[in-house]
């Protein structure tokens, strides 16, 4: 094959395959060039002449859509294990970027899936699980390399994860009920509250004062308060979904919230508080009581009422590789096409708040984009190709193995490594 | 709700479809499928075909037999996880083949009535992996009424499932097991033809296993790990079992000696999870059925038992996922209709539009494999048996 699981020699034009933007029209017969890792280009192949030197891809009778944005996965991890502390319900200070592992299969198993951009969230066991980490599904041997912020530990690498219902019931410190999660998760707001007052008290007196030290439970509670980190808030049940709204309206932040199982019961309340949601998509219902009444509606009826919706993973739950067929799924549930294909891409850019950079193809954005065999929507499309910033990271035609399954076993596969 | 034994209609009714899938051969265009009576009697291109006077007309896109699950617990489990909704898994006895999926069977679970409204018309039903001998499993329609084989197979688990059921700890224990109760099974079946005052009271799990070494049952075994399912072929060569492996996640790796055996395989359900906490479908591959169909191995689907969210599968949706990996939309329709019809021993009746079999249809807006496809209409015995349309 002539393509190659490495940098092209820059620029790099694909020329012919039908694009999908997402930020506008689709182009039947189009034209992307990205060089340095950045789009420079995107437009019909009419108007688009790729650039002296650049290397050309025939990719016609392709489709090309921006990288898959994934807001909720616990790809990179050992799971449950590693995302669910269990010493007590409130774990603000700790951060799913000591949890991942950079060389796990799985974030390739991701990138067979389209996957470019990732939330790896803490899980659902604690009112409050700890900060997540965006990622960028580059190649590479450790955390900070797959980082979109400059330092672990400081701002912009994540959200916070926090969570309703019954995954945080439990035994000895963990609340029994509903009431007793949302007294705690109310106390810690108002502590919050209280330091932020504490950090910004000498600054309004104009006073030099030594910076307070850092509080590592309290400080990321604050950066909610101030806007400076998401409150990413798993939550399923109808009440709970109000619960979640109506602690963001008391101390005044919005929430994205996440799963909405039951958000078709009350898409206007949703759409009134501006919260957006980020919806997961199972083909069938069940398996706790909050996942009975799901349903594949939801994704489209939140669309209708004007709400922004990403759709996400959640893996292991549903499969990184199976990511275009849960917005097909959405599609099927009446959501609309375009709808669901932001759904995969910039509204969870914007989720994250790295619209800036990702979820759509546009001159300036990363060079993040999937070549599909056919439509996005179509049980017998494949993803072709993963370019993250320039650089293809899977190939199906080297490493079909982690978009098939089999991965661990090429000597025995049929076939061989492929 | 629908009621107990749906009526059939006695008019006819008649499907135009653009496309026809007979599965006993290849698919008609424009083609039509005439129902009386519950059974199918005509089958053919439209303009063959002259729809009897006064006969229902209805038109679809495409229209393929009932979809059939090789093997699941749907009825045995419902929705919320709870205690009271929850019979696939009698923990107790590692030896427990007088269990009978029948008598969990709940006709009326949403989960049945949830697979039944998206084409599936046929479930097998048995409890969940867990004891090595698991219990007898029952073919079950989807319209609540009588058992369509009340006693199916004898069901037969190997591996972690096994391992973590209480009794034995290591595959080599759970195997014993099952190699003692067959053996338990051969003694009793001997001394049962002693004379009355010797002859041993009837026992009701000896019963089970006596018609699995007599072939009058055939045993399936659900195994993940190659070295489980050959594992299962032992067992099999050892006492002549009439033989179905189920699950089979590592099939493709042990293809070649599961062709040998001539023994038929279950995959699925094609889109389980791969970290799963026993450890077991890790390798699994999308390509499962297609390479083992290549190696000449009988391949039908099955989506097993969830856990856990979801807490059903559907297993059209799930021989798509398979159809898309190599297999191919007719092979994989196959698998799902006539092959599971004739794995179940009731492909007289089911798994094919053949004249005299029963009118169970599905009808669908589009390619009945597509994501955004909808089921328009299920047929069961020619009675519809959704509220949709497809008008």
């Known amino acids: ?418 | 709700m629908i009621g107990w034994w749906s009526v059939a209609f006695a008019a006819d009714r008649v499907v135009l479809a653009d496309r026809v899938y007979p599965v006993s051969g290849p698919p008609i265009e424009r083609g039509a499928v005439v129902v009386r009576d519950g059974k199918i009697t005509a089958v053919g291109a439209a303009d063959a075909i002259p729809v009897p006077p006064g006969a229902e007309v209805v038109r679809a896109a495409a229209v393929t037999p009932g979809m059939i699950d090789g093997l699941c617990s749907i009825g045995l489990t419902g929705p919320l996880n709870r205690p009271f909704d929850q019979d696939h898994l009698q923990p107790g006895d590692p030896v427990e083949p007088e269990l009978r999926a029948l008598d969990a069977y709940d006709p009326w679970s949403e989960l049945v009535g949830w697979v039944r409204e998206l084409g599936v018309t046929t479930v097998h039903v048995g409890p969940s992996a867990g004891a090595p001998v698991s219990g007898r499993t029952a073919v079950m329609s989807t319209a609540p009424g009588p058992a369509l084989v009340p006693e199916a197979f004898v069901l037969v688990t190997l591996g972690e499932a096994s391992k973590e059921f209480p009794g034995s700890q290591t595959r080599m224990g759970s195997v014993a097991e099952v190699r003692q109760a067959l053996a338990a099974a051969r003694e009793y079946r001997e001394r049962r033809k002693l004379p009355l005052a010797d002859r041993p009271e009837i026992d009701l799990g000896s019963e089970a296993l006596v018609a699995a070494l007599d072939r009058r049952a055939r045993v399936v075994a659900v195994a993940h790990r190659a070295d489980d399912l050959l594992a299962a072929l032992r067992l099999r060569e050892e006492f002549g079992l009439d033989l179905v492996l189920a699950g089979a996640t590592e099939g493709y790796l042990v293809r070649d000696a599961i062709a040998r055996a001539g023994v038929p395989v279950w995959v699925g359900p094609v889109m389980q999870r791969q970290w799963s906490s026993l450890g077991e479908t890790h390798d699994g591959t999308f390509e499962n059925a297609s390479l083992l169909a290549a190696a000449g191995v009988t391949v039908g689907f099955m989506t097993g038992y969830e856990a856990y969210v979801p807490k059903v599968r559907v297993v059209g949706w799930e021989a798509a996922i398979a159809a898309a990996n190599g297999l191919g939309p007719d092979a994989a329709l196959k698998a799902v209709t006539l092959t599971n019809a004739q794995l179940l021993g009731i492909a007289e009746h089911k798994g094919s539009l053949e004249v005299g079999k029963d009118a169970d249809l599905v009808l669908y807006d589009g390619d009945p494999f597509e994501y955004r496809t909808r089921v328009c209409g299920v047929w069961i015995g020619g009675a519809s048996v959704t509220d949709g349309s497809c008008q």
């Open chain 1, 1 to 418: 094959m002539w393509w190659t699981a490495v940098a092209l020699a820059e620029p790099v034009a694909l020329v012919g395959a039908r694009i999908y933007p997402v930020s506008g029209p689709p182009i039947p017969n189009g034209t992307v060039v990205f060089d340095q890792g950045k789009l420079v280009a995107v437009g019909p192949s009419s108007q688009v002449t790729p650039p002296a030197g650049a290397t050309v891809r025939d990719v016609t009778g392709k489709v090309i859509v921006p990288g898959l944005v994934d807001t909720h996965s616990h790809i990179g991890t050992l799971g449950p294990t590693e995302l669910n502390e269990g010493s007590g319900p409130l774990q603000p200070a700790l951060s799913s970027i000591d949890a991942i592992d950079a060389t796990a299969v799985s974030l390739q198993v991701a990138q067979a899936g389209g996957v470019t951009t990732v939330n790896v969230m803490p899980g659902s066991r604690n009112l409050i699980g700890g900060q997540t980490a965006y990622l960028k599904l580059r190649d590479a041997a450790t955390v900070d390399e797959l980082l979109l912020c400059p330092d672990r530990r400081g701002p912009g690498c994540g959200g916070l994860k926090m969570a309703n219902g019954t995954n945080p019931q439990g035994e000895g410190t963990y609340p029994r009920t509903r009431m007793a999660a949302a007294a705690s998760v109310r106390q810690v707001f108002l502590d919050a509250k209280k330091r932020r007052s504490e950090l910004d008290a000498p600054h309004k007196r104009g006073k030099p004062a030594p910076a307070p030290a850092p509080d590592l439970a309290k400080d990321p509670v604050v950066e909610v308060l101030r806007g400076e980190r998401v409150a990413h808030f798993h939550t399923h049940r109808a009440d709970d979904i109000v619960t979640a709204l109506e602690l963001g309206e008391e101390f005044g932040f919005v929430p994205v919230l996440h799963h909405v199982s039951e958000g078709w019961k009350l898409v206007d309340r949703i759409a009134r508080s501006g919260a957006p949601c980020s919806v997961i998509v199972i083909d069938s219902p069940g398996g706790k009581e909050e996942a009975a009444e799901m349903s594949l509606t939801t994704a489209g009826a939140l669309e209708r009422a004007g709400v922004p919706v990403a759709i996400h993973t959640d893996d292991p739950i549903t499969d990184s590789r199976l990511f275009l067929r849960s917005a097909a799924l959405a599609v099927r549930g009446g959501m609309s096409e375009p709808g669901a294909l932001a759904a995969l891409t910039l509204n969870g850019a914007k989720m994250l708040g790295l619209d800036a950079r990702v979820g759509s193809l546009e001159p300036g954005k990363d060079a993040d984009l999937v070549v599909l065999s056919g439509e996005p929507f179509s049980v017998w499309t494949h993803v072709e190709q993963t370019w993250v910033e320039g650089v293809v990271v899977f190939d199906r035609a080297t490493d079909a193995r982690y978009a098939t399954g089999g991965w661990d076993q090429a000597e025995r596969y049929p076939g061989g490594a492929r």
